[in-house]
């Protein structure tokens, strides 16, 4: 069975850092998109980014020169480097992953079950 597995959230300070991690299990890793999503509440679940199997990256405008996204295959985790954090940024982040192409939609076969971020101002 595919599981994906989220940690590393928490509560920060605006202008502070996170680092989340995404330990994925049951799948192709290396040959998997992998991507980031984050919904806040009462709002749909948006896009943050996305690194395809050859580790090319996509970022969502609102948080293009702040986040980085990454892959280690070799440890099948996918991480989510997130700095200059701002209120806005607060929601429960996601990891996902489907065969194929980096997707901003949430077109995607596995999800995790999320983690919170919660940054204060």
């Known amino acids: 069975q595919v599981q994906l597995v989220e940690s590393g959230g928490g509560l920060v300070q605006a202008g502070g850092s996170l680092r989340l991690s995404c330990a994925a299990s049951g799948l192709t890793f290396s040959r998997n998109a992998m991507a980031w999503f984050r919904q806040a509440p009462g709002q749909e679940r948006e896009f943050v980014a996305g690194?395809?199997?050859?580790?090319?990256?996509y970022f969502a405008d609102s948080v293009k020169g702040r986040f980085t996204i990454s892959r280690d295959n070799a440890k099948n985790t996918v991480y989510l480097q997130m700095n200059s954090l701002k209120p806005e940024d607060t929601a429960v982040y996601y990891c996902a992953a489907r065969v194929g192409v980096v997707v901003s939609t949430t077109n995607y076969d596995y999800w995790g079950q999320g983690t919170q971020v919660t940054v204060s101002s």
């Open positions: 690194i395809s199997w050859r580790a090319s990256t």
